[in-house]
């Protein structure tokens, strides 16, 4: 039987292959800003309030597809202050072990994040609204303040691609229950199984189902590559 119009599995399977692309061409965006500075990493997070708190969301990093330790460093429960005033400030912190440095101007200087790498956060913002970070991270950068300040620009842009890669077509696809994107949702947020299980009224075992059911679904190959998918395609936030 011929068959009208084209088949929806390759259909599915192109535009996935085109999503791909997308990422890791912003990928490559980053991981030039971060030689920009002589940087190992770099990290792009969302910033969102719950409960009337701000916190960070893990999107994009060096680790493409999976997540570095500079975002679960960022996006840790409990962000120190330094961490939550840097993506309010205008200008750039600077994250050191060695706070004895004098801040060069405009920006502020706070004590390392976990890994005592020399990090860098910039703070951005994009036309539809939404507010962020990148954060570039190294033992040996150069942050010079020209440099940093050209980089700033540049993570304005790369942030720009990043929200644009966050279209709504895969939310449509996912087939996640209700269920499965609650016990995301509290991955997400840095809850251990036990502690899913309570907030729910679970069990733990049941709790491991519907996380693994989500990392099934996706595609993904642990919890947090689960919750990393979720995060991109916008199905938590």
Known sequence: MLQDGPDPHIAADGMEREVSRAF??????????AVMVEAKRFAIAFAAYRDSRLSL?????SSYPGLSALSRALTAPGESADLQQAVSRAQPTIFSASLERPALHGQACAPALPGNETSVVLPVHAPCGR???????GPDMNVGEERLMRAHLRAFSLFRAACDLRA?????????SKRDIECLRLTADGLTSEQIADRLGLSVHTANQYVAAAAEKLDAVNRMHAVAKALRAGIIS
């Open 168 to 176: 709504p077509e895969p939310r449509l696809r996912h087939g996640l």
């Open 24 to 33: 890791l061409a912003v990928v490559e965006r980053g991981r030039e800003l």
């Open 131 to 137: 507010r962020g970070l990148v954060a570039l991270s």
């Open 57 to 61: 969301l893990p999107f994009l990093d």
